[in-house]
Nanobody
Framework: QVQVVESGGGSAHPGESLRLSCVVF????????MAWYRQVPGKQRQLVAS???????AYLPAVKGRFTISRDNANSRIYLQMSNLTPDDTADYYC?????????WGQGTRVMITS
């Protein structure tokens, strides 16, 4: 059974940093392309950052230079280091694993940035 578990969300003030973590159980992790998405209630889920199985990363323009995605294949984890956070980064963040026609999602972790 596949499980995708996010952690590391919480509250922060503008300008501060948070680090999200995602661990995946039950897949051949190093074959999967991984990504972080976020969603605000009433809006579409948006791709924030992705990292391929070959470690190529890509970012939403609004977070480029502030967020860094990384992966640890040995421990089936990805991370999202978020710096210089703003209120616009407030959202539920979801971890996504994708390989060919297989796709798995976590339950999300909430990030709230308030003054």
């Amino acid at each position: 059974q596949v499980q995708v578990v996010e952690s590391g969300g919480g509250s922060a003030h503008p300008g501060e940093s948070l680090r999200l973590s995602c661990v995946v159980f039950g897949i051949d992790f190093d074959k999967y392309n991984m990504a972080w998405y976020r969603q605000v209630p009433g809006k579409q889920r948006q791709l924030v950052a992705s990292i391929t199985r070959l470690n190529t990363d890509a970012y939403l323009p609004a977070v480029k230079g502030r967020f860094t995605i990384s992966r640890d294949n040995a421990n089936s984890r990805i991370y999202l280091q978020m710096s210089n956070l703003t209120p616009d980064d407030t959202a539920d963040y979801y971890c996504n694993a994708r390989f060919e026609d297989l796709e798995y999602w976590g339950q999300g972790t909430r990030v709230m940035i308030t003054s």
